[in-house]
Structure formats: C-alpha cells, structure tokens
C-alpha cells in the first residue's frame, strides 16, 4: 500500500487544474502584454481568473496580485507595509515565534536594517493570545503578520479577533494563509484582513504559481521592476496557464470544502486517537483548534529522520516539518515555540490527510507507525536511560 499523507508540503494537482491549464497552453499561448487579438484574449483570460480568485476570499479582482508563491507574496506584503511605516516614522513590526520561515527570515532581514521585531508566543496549545497582541501594539506599530493556520501543527489562530484589534489600533494585518486558503473560509473584509498570501499548490493547483491580496488603498512595493504587469507592481509576463489552473483548482476547493472537511475531521480524530495510544507520545498543537487534515506528533526516545524512511519503506509518504527546511539537522522551531525540548522535538512526525485518503489508509499508518516506533526504541540508548531510570520521561 502506497499512502500520501504530505499533503502540507505540496498536493496533488486536480484535474480539472490540470484540464484547465493544458486548454490554457494550447489556446490562450498569447502574451497578455500585447495589444493584438491573441494577447487581449489572453488578458480577457487571465482577468476572469483573477475574478474567480477574488471572489473565493471575499475580495475586489483589483486587490488580487498575481506572484511565484505564498514566499514571494510573503516578502512582498511584509516589506510592502515596512517601507510604507518607516515613511511614517513606524519601524515596529509584530508577529508570531513559529511563523514560516519566509516570514522570519524576511522579518530578520528587516531588523538589520533598522526595524525592531516583538515576536508573540504561541503557547503549548499553539494559539496566540489576542490580548497579547493587544498588549505589544505601539504607536510605531507599521505591521501584524500572523499566519492563519500553521505549516507543521496545523493550529488555526483567531484571526477575525486578531484582525479587529488590527483594526481597531490602525494598523495593517497580514496573515500567511498558504495552509489555510482552499482549506478553511475566509472572507477577508469580514475578517479584517490587509493583506494575505496563498500559494496554488497547497489546494491542488500547479506549483511556482499563487498570489497576494492587498486591500485597496495599501501601497505595495516593487519585489520585481522591469515591465508593467500586475498594474506595476509585479514585473513578468504573467504565468497565464498556471493562474488559470490556480483559478480552477481554488473554485473546486472551495465548493468542495465543507464535504471535503466533513470527511476529514473524523480521520484526523482516528489517527490522534489511534497514535496516542503509543507510550510517551504527545499531540503537538489544539485538538480541535487545527487544520481538518492535520496530524503533529512526538515520539520521546527517537529520531524523526529514522522513523520517516523506515515509514517510506512501509509506503507512507510523511514529513518531521515544513518541506522548506526538511534537509535541516535542527528541531523544528514551531516545536520548541510551544515548548518542546530538542530531544522530544527531534522525535516528531506530521501526517497531513487529503481528500482522497480512507479509513483503511488511517489505520494502515497508525498500525505501521506504532510499529516503526517500537522497533526504533528497541535499540536507542536513549530509550534505554529513559525506562531504566537514568533520566526522566519528558512525555
């Protein structure tokens, strides 16, 4: 048995994006650019695609800018909003300690050249604390980016009551929905949302296509010069067959959406229910408050490297983390923001379900997996110092 259980680092494209987006090559091969029939046909498309987009969050097609990804969409929104605060003498950025690194790594960048950075905790339960927002909000506050739901646990955030403290102070909010758009409802006017970034490959769409939604009125900044795309503001011939598969995958996510997370939310339950049932085992994030498909856990007394090859030959396709820092020897730093300690951090597996996957699969994992961890236990000195005594269990 061969099971897919990534879908966190990338899905399976669906066929009606794949459909759309070989109709889209062999007929709409126009420059969008160019003035002459071929082109305008090709533009008529890629703006009915951008339409279909908007209208999935709840936005005006004019706040939809078309990028590579939800990383050049994060860069893009985050120094967007910097360079417009430090004009206005703000230089404060806030977010979150388990954020995705193209958020951390963006906000590191920015503090070289001037800018301070309040990084909120997100607890052991992986949820930030609207008050604490509320809390770290100053008057040189230029930016709030918290993702909507994370990368490797899957915890969702409150993003409607962090979005109205936003709101309330002035100042922007931006919110890496990668994880979450396609997956959840979002509605970004009703939400208080700015800014969101999303990326096509996580609801079945093609990889190197996704986009960012700004609200009308935001200035944005510049990431790519050299042509007049994107109405200036994203240099490149636009990607038109792969924001066409985008477009068709994202409105089959959504109107599939509520059937698809009734089918998943009781797996999901099964697998948590099924994995904690191995001994000093712990669930990484909220119960409930959690993506449909999502599945974090940490095995004390193993190493997750070991543990997902030996799953692979099982024919279980899982992850430690993010796909992005998946060849990292460090402990996730989702897991260590909620507390975990290295050694436990070392030890963890996501398991992340799709549409697709039954409850024959579910169990098939939570039998292999239990297995897998036993048998790696059984020779790992450390599992021997924690049962004979030497040092205590930590779950």
Not at 39 to 64: F, N, W, Y
């Amino acid at each position: 048995m061969r099971i897919y259980a990534d879908n966190a680092a990338t899905t399976r494209m669906s066929r009606s994006a794949i459909d759309a987006m070989v109709e889209c090559m062999e007929k709409e091969y126009g420059n969008p650019s160019s003035l002459y029939t071929l082109g305008q046909s090709a533009k008529e498309t890629l703006e009915r695609a951008r339409t279909q987009i908007a209208a999935v969050i709840g936005a005006d097609p004019k706040e939809i800018t078309f990028t590579s990804g939800g990383s050049e969409a994060d860069n893009q929104a985050i120094r967007s909003a910097a360079l417009a605060g430090r004009k206005a003498g703000k230089t404060h950025i806030i977010s979150t300690a388990f954020e995705h690194h193209a958020v951390l790594h963006t906000l590191k960048k920015l503090e070289t050249e001037g800018f301070e950075v309040t990084l909120l905790p997100v607890h052991e339960d992986g949820l930030v604390r609207p008050e604490e927002l509320e809390a770290a909000i100053r008057k040189d506050t230029c930016l709030v980016t918290v993702m909507y739901a994370n990368n490797e646990i899957g915890t969702v955030q409150p993003i409607t009551e962090l979005g109205a403290i936003c709101r309330a102070k002035g100042v922007p909010f931006h919110t890496d929905a990668v994880q979450a758009v396609g997956h959840l409802p979002i509605d970004v006017k009703a939400q208080n949302i700015d800014m969101l970034s999303a990326s096509a490959h996580k609801f079945h769409g093609p990889k190197g296509t996704g986009f960012l939604y700004v609200k009308k009125g935001l200035p944005l900044l510049n990431l790519i010069e050299g042509g007049a795309q994107e109405r200036g503001k994203r240099a490149g011939t636009e990607n038109v067959p792969g924001i066409v598969a985008m477009a068709a995958a994202l409105a089959e996510s959504a109107e599939n959406m509520e059937r698809n997370t009734a089918h998943l939310i009781p797996l999901r339950n099964r697998l948590i229910e099924g994995l904690k049932r191995i001994p000093h085992s712990a669930l990484n994030g909220d119960a409930v408050k959690r993506l449909p498909g999502n599945v974090n856990f940490c095995f004390e007394g193993i190493e997750g490297e070991s543990l997902l090859l030996l799953l692979d030959d099982r024919g279980i396709s899982a992850s430690s983390g993010s796909a992005c820092t998946s060849g990292s020897l460090d402990p996730s730093h989702v897991l260590l923001a909620i507390g975990r300690v290295h050694d436990v951090a070392h030890g963890s597996l996501r398991l992340t379900l799709g549409e697709d996957t039954t409850e024959e699969e579910v169990d098939y994992m939570i039998k292999n997996i239990t297995e897998v961890v036993e048998y790696l236990r059984s020779f790992s000195p450390v599992w021997r110092d924690l049962v004979s005594g030497k040092h205590p269990f930590i779950l």
